[in-house]
């Protein structure tokens, strides 16, 4: 076997939370001795620090980036299944801010607590574009597997939609229920709102279609689609007779 498609999803308690990122490997005539390929199917966006819109994957395990000792790919001990826990425990992480080189000096401090919760933010936005694009252009072979997570998943994306909606952190999803993970002010930005707002309409469309159970969501809609109906029409006319 020479190639090989993964799919990873989102760990709870971060912006990528119940979300499916794909990966094509490839496996030269070289490896072990040289690491596998990795190409991220990005859909264009770019979600993370390591991960490109070309669909680089910069890791020290793969040799993409630079690092050292047990970083560095290592023929005797390295492992395919060592580059996926990289993936999803140091790449998709709660602060991918901080993956950026340079940043992570300014961890735990105001100026950089305040960046990392703006970028998580565009990064959630970006994860549901993600997942629309999987929706949309499912890998071949993975038909069914996106269309089953998405049925199952959906309903608890919507939640954490709607929880950052009322002013939650984002990654703050923890299993089926809503926490704050950090101290302090956790509104989110109007901008996140507004474009979240509008994701959310072409979740709720997708995931339907899907078969998630979207019951409580498509109920609220059909509730306020009927109170601007109402709204819009203004009071009923006056047809007192005045003598």
């Not at 290592?74 to 580059?83: A, F, R």
């Amino acid at each position: 076997m020479d190639l090989l498609r993964v799919v990873i999803m989102g760990p709870a308690g971060t912006p990528y939370h119940d979300g499916l990122f794909f990966f094509d490997i490839y496996f030269p005539p070289q490896y072990p001795n040289i690491p596998p390929l990795v190409n991220y199917r990005s859909g264009g966006l770019r979600l993370n620090p390591n991960l490109y819109a070309c669909g680089k994957v910069c890791l020290s395990l793969l040799n993409t980036w630079a690092g050292s000792g047990c970083e560095k790919w290592n023929p005797s001990n390295s492992t395919m299944l060592q580059v996926l826990v990289s993936i999803q425990a140091l790449v998709l992480n709660a602060k991918p801010y901080f993956n950026e080189p340079g940043y992570a000096n300014s961890a735990n401090t105001p100026g950089g607590e305040k960046r990392s919760l703006t970028y998580n933010e565009d990064t959630f936005l970006l994860s549901c574009r993600t997942m629309l694009y999987s929706l949309r252009n499912p890998p071949k072979h993975f038909e069914d597997f996106v269309a089953g997570h998405f049925r199952k998943h959906g309903r608890n994306v919507l939640v954490a939609c709607k929880a950052y909606l009322d002013g939650a952190q984002v990654g703050c999803l923890a299993g089926n229920g809503v926490q704050d993970v950090d101290e302090g002010d956790k509104s989110c930005s109007l901008k996140f709102k507004t474009s979240l707002k509008r994701l959310f309409e072409e979740l709720l469309m997708e995931f339907t279609v899907k078969g998630a159970d979207c019951s409580k969501f498509l109920s609220e809609k059909a509730k306020q689609s009927a109170a601007s109906a109402t709204t819009s029409r203004g009071p009923p006319a006056d047809t007192t007779l005045r003598l």
